[in-house]
């Protein structure tokens, strides 16, 4: 059966271009049309207005409406109307395509959010410090899966600044970091301490002693973090407040690197105790200043949080003062 296709006036024509061509950008486009696109799709399905009206539990005048409006919108007529039924014209196949994969996708993503925030099995966006990735982190999930199996992680290695805004940018829903932020968009909680040692090689002049005060070593070469991360700011920091400012040799990214530097015999290095003793290097207690990095866990301030994180925010609250082993 031939169909009859209505044809939009000029004058409704050129309003229609006239308003697509006022969209600054594909996003007003997709603002514009995206409440419509399940009446379409219901139309197109069921080919008849008033039983895809009844089918998704709208009025019909308010599917009919919403159908004329998307053809003004698009500029160009989707439907061939034939009395009761209707059937999608060259242009509405071409939509109707693009428009089933576009709601398959918004489907697909309710779908995993939602499975996100279930309580018992949901994720959640975890990041720390390497220096936490070896011991620290694997004994808390183990700890907290006891009573919590089924809930899924997504972890993050990094120091401290990317952590936060990986944070900030909705990819994070908790860090465990250092120095423990002070910041008006975040809420930070310290968890814990870590005691700081000066590292030196085995054959080092200072390593037959088992204290030291940080002054002592204001001559020797350090190797240490990059700019950026907290243990590199520590650092600074403490041999300021002992009256040197550190000659560096090498910058790294990673604690065991550094130590692994140390042991080569390029340098001494400030650094929170190894998961397990290292040969070729001499671990100094240091006496003044007081050498020590705060841990602590942050989130974002005012950012509702989904069941599974409010419980693995509740357990690490909880280890206040034991988190570290």
């Known amino acids: ?51 895809a009206a009844h089918e998704m539990n709208v009025p019909q005048s308010t599917l009919s409406r919403a ?18 039924t209707v059937s999608l014209t060259t242009a509405g196949r071409t939509f109707l395509a693009s428009v089933e994969r576009a709601l398959a996708e918004v489907e697909r993503a309710a779908e995993e959010v939602r499975a996100d925030a279930d309580p018992a099995t949901g994720k959640v966006a975890f990041g720390f410090l390497h220096t936490m990735g070896a011991e620290t982190v694997p004994g808390l999930l183990h700890a907290f899966r ?10 993050v290695q990094n120091y401290g600044e990317a952590m936060l805004e990986r944070l ?10 250092s120095p423990v932020p002070d910041a008006p968009d975040l809420v930070a909680r310290r968890l814990d301490e870590q005691k700081l040692r000066l590292v030196v090689p085995a054959e ?7 204290r030291i005060r940080l002054a002592e070593a204001s001559e020797e070469t350090f190797v240490t973090l990059e700019p950026g991360y907290g243990l590199r700011r520590i650092t600074d920091d403490l041999c300021r407040e002992a009256g040197f400012k550190p000659r560096i040799a090498f ?7 550094l130590r692994g530097l140390v042991a080569a015999g390029l340098g001494v290095a400030l650094l929170p ?10 671990e100094l207690t240091v006496t003044a200043p007081r050498a020590a990095r705060e841990i602590g866990v942050a989130w ?21 003062g034991s988190l570290l082993p």
């Open 300 to 320: 974002l301030a005012d950012r509702p949080d989904t069941p599974p994180v409010a419980a693995f925010k509740k357990f690490l609250l909880s280890r206040r």
């Open 1 to 51: 059966m031939h169909g009859i296709v209505i044809i939009v006036p000029v004058e409704h024509e050129q309003r229609s271009q006239g308003q697509l061509s006022s969209f600054s950008d594909i996003e007003d486009m997709a603002l514009l049309l995206a409440p419509r696109l399940a009446y379409f799709a219901g139309v197109a399905r069921t080919e008849h207005v008033t039983r």
């Open 67 to 84: 159908m004329v409006r998307l053809e003004q919108d698009l500029g160009v007529g989707l439907f061939a109307r034939h009395g009761r």
């Open 251 to 257: 910058e790294g990214e990673e604690a065991e690197t």
């Open 273 to 282: 105790p190894p998961t397990v003793p290292r040969p070729g290097v001499v």
């Open 204 to 210: 080092h002049r200072l390593a037959g002693r088992r």
């Open 146 to 155: 006891a009573d919590h199996p089924r809930v899924r992680f997504s972890l």
């Open 168 to 177: 900030r940018a909705g990819e994070l829903d908790l860090c465990l970091t």
